[in-house]
């Protein structure tokens, strides 16, 4: 069966960080694109970042470029998403996703499966 959990939302206060994981089980994530995105409230779900099945590759969108950072082990199936200097437009449920094949792709229609969503709130 195949689950992506999300965990590592919360309540927080703007500038302040959190990291967002993802495990992942029913299949091994090395040789899926991974990607994280988000959806605020009546507004359309969007990329934030991607990374390619190695590493070695990653995109992120430019509202949170040289904020967040995104990663994965491969070993432990495990994607996660580092975000600092936190903005109340950050906040949003953050999910989970993979794809097929290794090459990024920001499309949510691309991702084969996603998780259920950690919800992130950020306070002014």
């Known amino acids: 069966q195949v689950q992506l959990v999300e965990s590592g939302g919360g309540l927080v206060q703007a500038g302040d960080s959190l990291r967002l994981s993802c495990v992942v089980s029913g299949f091994t994530i090395k040789i899926y694109t991974m990607g994280w995105f988000r959806q605020a409230p009546g507004k359309e779900r969007e990329i934030v970042a991607a990374?390619?099945?190695?590493?070695?590759?990653?995109h992120y969108a430019d509202s949170v470029k040289a904020r967040y950072t995104i990663s994965r082990d491969n070993a432990k199936n495990t994607l996660h998403l580092q975000m600092n200097s936190l903005k109340p437009e950050d906040t949003a449920v953050y999910y989970c996703a993979a794809k097929r094949g290794f090459v990024i792709t920001t499309l949510l229609s691309d991702y084969n499966y996603w998780g259920q969503g950690t919800q992130v709130t950020v306070s002014s």
């Open positions: 990374i390619r099945y190695d590493g070695a590759a990653t």
